[in-house]
């Protein structure tokens, strides 16, 4: 089974490169712009914290925050192109 790419192509020919796509790439292009909300393993958020607390969890790859370090400024919650980390009001 094979799939045409996702966006339209002008005049709906394939593009020179951009045939048909398997059944498995296009699986894999649906979850890459699909999985909002979802850590992707980008690490912009280990890059950008100024306290370490953020690393990466080498058994599923995404981001894991050590509240131990963390001091609440958000920047990793506003750099990650997913969504994947919100602040929320500490209910001590």
């Known amino acids: 089974m ?3 790419p996702p966006c339209p192509l002008p ?3 394939p593009a ?3 045939g048909e796509m398997t059944l498995a790439e ?3 292009e649906a979850g890459r712009c699909l999985s909002g909300h979802s850590c992707q393993g980008c690490e912009l958020c ?3 914290c100024p306290d370490l607390a953020v ?3 080498p058994d ?3 981001a894991v925050i050590d509240l131990a370090y963390c001091k609440g ?4 919650a506003e750099v990650c192109p997913k969504g994947a980390i919100s602040m929320q009001l500490d209910q001590d």
Do not use: F, P, Y
Not at 73 to 76: D, E, I, M, Q, R
């Open 2 to 4: 094979s799939l045409r």
């Open 11 to 13: 005049e709906n020919q």
């Open 16 to 18: 020179a490169g951009h």
């Open 26 to 28: 296009a699986q894999a």
């Open 46 to 48: 280990v890059l950008i």
């Open 55 to 57: 690393t990466k969890d």
């Open 60 to 62: 599923t790859g995404r």
């Open 73 to 76: 400024c958000g920047l990793c």
